[in-house]
């Protein structure tokens, strides 16, 4: 697998010279690949991805194969991979300012399955700049008019619909325009929607915690510098750890909510602010998004609970036991797929590791990891014991004074546009229909479930 990844890195880097804009590239690679999907759909109709169990209906569909999604795959041992290249092959092999990954690199990898050269990203960063600078001013006066005691993701799913208003593919619909085309417009939109997302999460930011006293991003940095700048922050670390950050989140498969909702509301031809929107709203489940607030929350709450002061193995050992033993969880262990220690998690802390050794909660962060998985382990009832993406990320963010964790989850939103505007893009393309499961009752599993096939349980 990794000599197929590290092929179709080269591949990529190979064919860079034929296009320089991402549009350009998208009109050379679309036609190869919708013929592709219909010699598989020719060849292959009728062949069976995989079956659903009665469990699997009433547990949430976990692990049926019933969807395509291209920029990203995970593995249960290898983690997320974005168009073959694993986590520490992204961080090596796209463009970069400094030591972590640019975003724009990453988006052109999702969209394209190339990795890009620097002229590539620069152009993607030069293009979100340039659209950057007409960031609807509407918008700004919506988000003033938002009582700051308003949860920061409902803002932020607010201020995509408020955008929807300059959507290009909502126009064209309306006046008439072939589906051939519907890619193309989706792509507007979603560059559109891309660059001016650092102006409404650095607003957000601003006019819930800081008094409205709003900081309009740079325009003039690369994409994730100019958010930090839109926050407030002008820390060059803390801006590679943005740049990190956003690429790691940016995508998790298609079946985890905030995907799945992107792509079900976009099936609808609803476009591409509609479509975020829905998903951003899927986000802001503690099931999902939410998860790095508790994750933090919990870790401050163990630092208080030690008075502050570092403390044995054995101690904080006793701890995590009194936590399971009282019919809680340990937040930030665990995943629903993924049967070792996240590679999100690794990368977090390999940069931290460089950055912060020792800081406080850092060292709280690094104990839970030699600690944790053992004892649940010895527990028995964690079918994964490791570490994910949301155990190391908030203590990150407060490390450099970002200390509201109410909004981390608009962060995450943020990165989390490429992966799910990339697959929309491939949607329009490929001409993927409206998604229409079919449903059944549980009065109708009663009744057919003696004469279903029965699949060997999982051992």
């Known amino acids: 697998m990794r000599r197929a990844a590290t092929r179709g890195a ?13 549009k350009e590239r998208l009109e050379q690679i679309i036609p190869q690949e919708a013929a ?43 983690g997320i991979r974005f168009r073959g290249l694993s986590i520490p092959e992204c961080r090596q092999q796209l463009p970069k300012l400094n030591e972590e990954p640019l ?12 990795v890009p050269t620097k002229e590539q990203a620069r152009s993607v960063t030069d293009e979100w700049n340039q659209r950057a600078a007409k960031f609807p001013k509407q918008v700004t006066e919506i988000l003033r008019a938002i009582p700051n005691t308003t949860h920061p ?32 417009h989706t792509l507007e939109d979603a560059m559109n929607l891309i660059a001016w997302l650092p102006e409404v999460a650095g607003q957000i930011y601003r006019n819930t915690y800081h008094s409205g006293k709003v900081i309009s991003a740079n325009q003039s940095l690369d994409w994730s510098a100019n958010y930090a700048r839109a926050m407030g922050f002008d820390n ?47 986000l802001a489940g503690p099931l999902h998004g939410l998860a790095n607030q508790e994750v933090l929350r919990f870790i401050l709450q163990l630092q208080e609970t ?26 930030g262990f665990g995943h629903a ?24 909660l850092f060292r709280v962060v690094k104990q839970l990891f030699e600690v944790v998985p053992g004892v649940l382990t010895e527990h028995g009832k964690t079918k994964n014991p490791w570490p994910n993406v949301d155990a190391h990320s908030g203590v990150l963010l407060q490390h450099y004074n970002l200390k509201e964790e109410n909004y981390y989850t608009v962060i995450f939103g943020v990165s989390r546009a490429l992966g799910v505007l990339s697959q929309l893009i491939w949607d329009r393309a490929l001409g993927l229909p409206l998604e229409r499961p079919k449903s059944v009752t549980t009065a109708w599993i009663e009744k057919q479930a003696p004469s279903m096939k029965e699949v060997p349980a999982a051992k």
């Not at 069976?48 to 990203?72: D, H, N």
């Not at 993924?338 to 460089?354: C, N, S």
């Open 153 to 184: 993701m409902t803002q932020f799913s607010m201020a995509v619909l408020a955008l929807q208003s300059e959507s290009k593919f909502a126009e064209h619909y309306t006046k008439g325009m072939p589906k051939t085309d519907y890619w193309k």
């Open 306 to 331: 030690f008075g502050g002061k570092q403390v044995s193995n054995e101690e904080v050992t006793k701890a995590v036991w009194d936590i399971l033993n009282s019919g809680r969880v340990v937040p």
């Open 10 to 22: 080269r591949k990529g880097i190979r064919n860079y010279a034929s296009a320089n804009s991402l």
């Open 36 to 78: 592709r999907v219909k010699k598989i759909k020719t060849e292959h109709a009728n062949r069976l991805l995989g079956t659903c169990t009665v469990e699997q209906a009433y547990g949430g569909m976990r692990s049926v194969k019933s969807m395509v999604w291209e920029p990203s795959l995970l593995d249960p041992e290898e």
């Open 236 to 282: 060059p670390t803390f801006d590679e750890l943005l740049r990190l950050y956003l690429v790691i989140h940016s995508d998790h498969e298609g079946g985890n909510v905030s995907a799945h909702t992107t792509h079900l509301v976009g099936s609808a031809l609803s476009d591409p602010f509609l479509s975020f929107s829905a998903g951003l709203n899927g």
């Open 103 to 114: 975003p724009e690199g990453l988006f052109w990898l999702l969209v394209t399955g190339e």
């Open 337 to 360: 797929v993924l049967r070792k220690t996240d590679p999100r998690y690794t990368a977090q802390q390999e940069f931290a590791l460089k950055h912060l050794p020792n800081d406080p």
